[in-house]
């Protein structure tokens, strides 16, 4: 069985079309702060769609309204996985903690050593 047999796609605004639980939830939402987006790179600002990394005023709106709902989403040892901005670790670490009591939430770092990566272990 070849993996389009085994993968279903969904389309809707983050969790909802979601029919049951699952067991990873892996994101890539939008993190930049609508403050951050005119001094970005032009290959990125000019050749994005701006919905696609303008999170709000925070730049956590996306991801907190995720992790609001994810807890209902995510099959007990699951795991949650979303990319995040440099300056965002601490702060959508302590939501996680907030949101999924008695799992391990953690910020990985990427190879420059920035925080990029919220790591939720239910």
Same mark, same amino acid.
């Given at each position: 069985?070849?993996?389009?047999?085994?993968?279903?796609?969904?389309?809707?605004?983050?969790?909802?079309?979601?029919?049951?639980?699952?067991?990873?939830?892996?994101?890539?939402?939008?993190?930049?702060?609508?403050?951050?987006?005119?001094? $970005?790179?032009?290959?990125? &600002?000019?050749?994005? /769609? %701006?919905? !696609? +990394?303008? #999170?709000?005023?925070?730049?956590? =709106?996306?991801?907190?309204?995720? $992790?609001?709902?994810?807890? &209902?989403?995510?099959? /007990? %040892?699951? !795991? +949650?996985? #979303?990319?995040?901005?440099?300056? =965002?670790?601490?702060?959508?670490?302590?939501?996680?903690?907030?949101?999924?009591?008695?799992?391990?939430? !953690?910020?990985?770092?990427?190879?420059?050593?920035?925080?990029?990566?919220?790591?939720?272990?239910?």
């Amino acid at each position: 069985m070849g993996v389009g047999e085994r993968i279903r796609f969904l389309q809707g605004d983050l969790l909802d079309p979601l029919p049951e639980p699952v067991d990873i939830i892996a994101a890539n939402l939008p993190y930049v702060k609508t403050a951050d987006w005119e001094a $970005l790179p032009p290959e990125i &600002r000019e050749h994005e /769609p %701006r919905a !696609a +990394l303008d #999170a709000g005023p925070t730049g956590t =709106e996306v991801i907190e309204r995720l $992790l609001h709902t994810a807890s &209902r989403y995510l099959r /007990p %040892r699951g !795991a +949650l996985l #979303a990319e995040i901005g440099w300056d =965002e670790g601490e702060r959508v670490r302590e939501i996680a903690h907030e949101c999924f009591p008695g799992a391990h939430a !953690a910020v990985r770092k990427d190879f420059a050593g920035l925080d990029r990566l919220l790591v939720v272990e239910s």
